[in-house]
């Protein structure tokens, strides 16, 4: 009571005696103290939902910190107005910032009971508040601190409103109001509340339903219609018992609208990746993640955080629906979400860097058979610790061996079983000749050329290959192919190995190097995101995609025509296209625990793998996609995922041809 009093000793000496010239010394003091208080407001904008949409403009999903949709004055009833203004302030286009009489009023009203039963807050004061409130965001600690009842608080709080009503009209004032306050049921202003409480717009409410929002305002929670709903009753028949006593509606209207039951027609919160239709939750994810973590949005995480909490985006992808279509339907066709083991998969277009589909055969979530982790990327992009590549990797060690200038005709015995030879990493560190290194069939012996070691996967020619070529050069090209470190975001282990795909690496990125050699050999960096437009529909720059050269075309072609051999009559054959020109490379696991199959056209480059996510098991054996799996290969596995995602998503595309070199000619010991 006493810091009741004393603010209204302030009220009284700051507002009401200057009008009468009665100031005495403590008056005049009080007043210059409160009028030094800084009144800038600076409103944030208020956090809305931002929208996700496809290549071809449809929406893929909505997401928020805070539903709210912001919407003018012309766009709420103005039954809602008025409800409110009669519930909350019914004297708030006569009286500035300040009601005195309804301080004045509330002081009797509470020093009669001996407590606080009735406040005294304008409107005005009311949006400044949530003002405070809306700053603070999801720190609980500075939202107390906005709410904190003081006397401080409410003296910097009133110097504030008295700002407001200078500068703004009542009408802007209340349009704020009702835009920025909290409704209950996770709804953020009059629009959100309207489609969550009636599945209506806030230009559409009617008298019963605008009585209820506006009595929600005291207390979202206690008067929560889905909670309680006789308690929320009587709170929307007090609201319009004030209606037809301030003269808003007539006594008739009142009693015919008490008289009416509520009426809700809830629509439930549906947001964020989860509710994507065709396995894009993944893609979503990622999106956020780029949002989060590119500083295109933002110098610093902090910022960037800010800009995804205020919401109010739209941003528009690079995702192709029809190939998404594709994708989601092969991986979830071949391996079924129940299996113990999962597939993903990522679709990027060669020579843009565009990510067109990602997904994978669990869905997107939190319940039984989902996962929230992006098998398709790494971890510090919302993925997993990726996967140990496998042969898709030779490739990238024949590529450094081409430009390091050795020739497609060159033969080494490659006998089944051999050591590894001796090489050195980047450092100097040396790997003597030592260990063994064999194929996988005894059968499999050379001596071989390029061209039928690329085509029969054969480890014992590409481990010399890689010694000939260097560790280093090796390392070297894979970074400059956008593989500079693993999944995990440990740093690339340059080891004998290297050739084998020890590396745990992802789709995304092995989808990316071969549309390396499907564009000539220039290497576009992955995007996403095509543009971004903010709430007040400035434009946002966006990450766009680096392109540079990485190898000479004759390089980049060279590889492309040994993978083209690959799906024809190598380990990819099951895998291969019939109506295009396409290559592609399988991979294959220590003890099968992961098969991949990486491959392309001129328009479109994919990679798949099937791993066990869980314990990393064995896939021999395993139940997958309603077979019992006898061997698995990549080109027999992954193979026909890659291939059934391709054919859909390359349905009614012409095709284009790819630019072939000439190769040694021969049988399959010299590369034919």
């Given at each position: 009571m006493m810091g009741t009093s004393v603010l209204a000793g302030v009220l009284a000496a700051g507002l009401a005696l200057p009008a009468v010239g009665a100031i005495g010394v403590s008056a005049k003091s009080a007043t210059e103290d409160f009028n030094d208080l800084p009144d800038d407001l600076k409103a944030p904008p208020l956090a809305q939902a931002t929208s996700i949409y496809d290549a071809d403009g449809g929406l893929i999903a909505t997401v928020y910190d805070r539903d709210r949709t912001v919407v003018p004055e012309d766009q709420i009833a103005p039954v809602m107005r008025t409800a409110l203004v009669d519930i909350e302030d019914h004297r708030f286009y006569q009286h500035g910032a300040i009601d005195v009489k309804g301080v004045l009023r509330a002081l009797n009203t509470n020093a009669a009971s001996g407590g606080v039963v009735q406040g005294a807050s304008t409107l005005t004061q009311q949006y400044v508040k949530n003002v405070f409130v809306e700053e603070a965001g999801n720190d609980q600690r500075a939202v107390l601190q906005a709410q904190r009842q003081t006397l401080g608080r409410k003296v910097q709080e009133l110097r504030y409103a008295i700002k407001v009503e200078q500068t703004l009209s009542k009408d802007q004032i209340l349009t704020n109001y009702l835009n920025i306050t909290y409704f209950g049921e996770q709804a953020y202003g009059v629009e959100a509340a309207a489609e969550r409480y009636f599945s209506v717009h806030a230009k559409d409410l009617s008298l019963p339903q605008a009585a209820l929002l506006a009595g929600l305002v005291q207390s979202p929670s206690s008067y929560d219609p889905t909670v309680h709903p006789a308690v929320a009753k009587q709170r929307r028949d007090t609201v319009l018992r004030k209606m037809a006593q301030y003269g808003s509606i007539t006594s008739a209207q009142a009693q015919q609208a008490i008289r009416t039951p509520i009426q809700l027609r809830v629509s439930t919160p549906r947001q964020g990746c989860i509710t994507a239709q065709q396995g894009e939750g993944f893609f979503c994810d990622y999106v956020r993640h780029i949002v989060l973590s590119d500083p295109s949005f933002g110098r610093t995480a902090a910022q960037r955080q800010?800009?995804?909490?205020?919401?109010?985006?739209?941003?528009?992808?690079?995702?192709?629906?029809?190939?998404?279509?594709?994708?989601?339907?092969?991986?979830?066709?071949?391996?079924?979400?129940?299996?113990?083991?999962?597939?993903?998969?990522?679709?990027?277009?060669?020579?843009?860097?565009?990510?067109?589909?990602?997904?994978?055969?669990?869905?997107?979530?939190?319940?039984?058979?989902?996962?929230?982790?992006?098998?398709?990327?790494?971890?510090?992009?919302?993925?997993?610790?990726?996967?140990?590549?496998?042969?898709?990797?030779?490739?990238?060690?024949?590529?450094?061996?081409?430009?390091?200038?050795?020739?497609?005709?060159?033969?080494?015995?490659?006998?089944?079983?051999?050591?590894?030879?001796?090489?050195?990493?980047?450092?100097?560190?040396?790997?003597?000749?030592?260990?063994?290194?064999?194929?996988?069939?005894?059968?499999?012996?050379?001596?071989?050329?390029?061209?039928?070691?690329?085509?029969?996967?054969?480890?014992?020619?590409?481990?010399?290959?890689?010694?000939?070529?260097?560790?280093?050069?090796?390392?070297?090209?894979?970074?400059?192919?956008?593989?500079?470190?693993?999944?995990?975001?440990?740093?690339?282990?340059?080891?004998?190995?290297?050739?084998?795909?020890?590396?745990?690496?992802?789709?995304?990125?092995?989808?990316?190097?071969?549309?390396?050699?499907?564009?000539?050999?220039?290497?576009?960096?992955?995007?996403?995101?095509?543009?971004?437009?903010?709430?007040?529909?400035?434009?946002?720059?966006?990450?766009?995609?680096?392109?540079?050269?990485?190898?000479?075309?004759?390089?980049?072609?060279?590889?492309?025509?040994?993978?083209?051999?690959?799906?024809?009559?190598?380990?990819?054959?099951?895998?291969?296209?019939?109506?295009?020109?396409?290559?592609?490379?399988?991979?294959?696991?220590?003890?099968?625990?992961?098969?991949?199959?990486?491959?392309?056209?001129?328009?479109?480059?994919?990679?798949?793998?099937?791993?066990?996510?869980?314990?990393?098991?064995?896939?021999?054996?395993?139940?997958?996609?309603?077979?019992?799996?006898?061997?698995?290969?990549?080109?027999?596995?992954?193979?026909?995922?890659?291939?059934?995602?391709?054919?859909?998503?390359?349905?009614?595309?012409?095709?284009?041809?790819?630019?072939?070199?000439?190769?040694?000619?021969?049988?399959?010991?010299?590369?034919?």
């Open positions: 800010a800009l995804w909490q205020r919401g109010g985006l739209q941003i528009h992808t690079t995702l192709d629906p029809r190939a998404q279509q594709a994708l989601q339907r092969s991986v979830t066709s071949h391996v079924y979400t129940t299996d113990q083991a999962a597939t993903a998969m990522t679709l990027v277009r060669p020579g843009s860097g565009a990510i067109v589909a990602m997904g994978q055969s669990r869905d997107y979530g939190v319940g039984p058979n989902q996962t929230e982790i992006n098998l398709n990327v790494g971890a510090a992009m919302g993925g997993g610790l990726g996967f140990p590549t496998g042969s898709t990797f030779k490739p990238i060690v024949a590529a450094a061996a081409l430009e390091d200038g050795l020739q497609p005709s060159q033969r080494y015995p490659s006998p089944y079983s051999m050591p590894w030879p001796d090489m050195a990493d980047c450092a100097g560190h040396d790997y003597p000749q030592g260990g063994e290194v064999h194929n996988d069939s005894t059968s499999l012996v050379g001596p071989f050329a390029m061209p039928a070691a690329m085509a029969q996967s054969v480890n014992t020619y590409f481990a010399q290959l890689e010694a000939d070529t260097g560790l280093c050069n090796v390392a070297d090209m894979a970074n400059k192919l956008g593989i500079t470190d693993q999944a995990n975001g440990a740093a690339l282990q340059v080891v004998p190995s290297l050739t084998l795909g020890s590396n745990d690496l992802t789709p995304l990125e092995m989808a990316n190097v071969y549309a390396t050699f499907a564009n000539h050999g220039v290497y576009c960096s992955p995007v996403a995101i095509t543009s971004v437009t903010t709430a007040d529909h400035r434009n946002l720059a966006v990450p766009r995609s680096n392109c540079t050269r990485v190898m000479s075309a004759q390089t980049a072609d060279t590889i492309t025509t040994m993978l083209k051999g690959v799906v024809q009559d190598g380990t990819g054959k099951p895998a291969g296209l019939t109506d295009r020109d396409n290559a592609g490379k399988t991979g294959t696991t220590d003890a099968s625990k992961q098969v991949w199959f990486v491959g392309y056209t001129p328009e479109l480059s994919g990679a798949t793998v099937v791993s066990d996510t869980s314990n990393t098991q064995d896939l021999d054996g395993q139940s997958i996609g309603g077979d019992i799996v006898g061997q698995a290969f990549g080109g027999t596995l992954a193979g026909p995922i890659w291939q059934d995602a391709m054919e859909g998503a390359l349905a009614g595309t012409p095709a284009g041809r790819f630019s072939l070199v000439r190769l040694p000619n021969g049988s399959g010991t010299d590369g034919g």
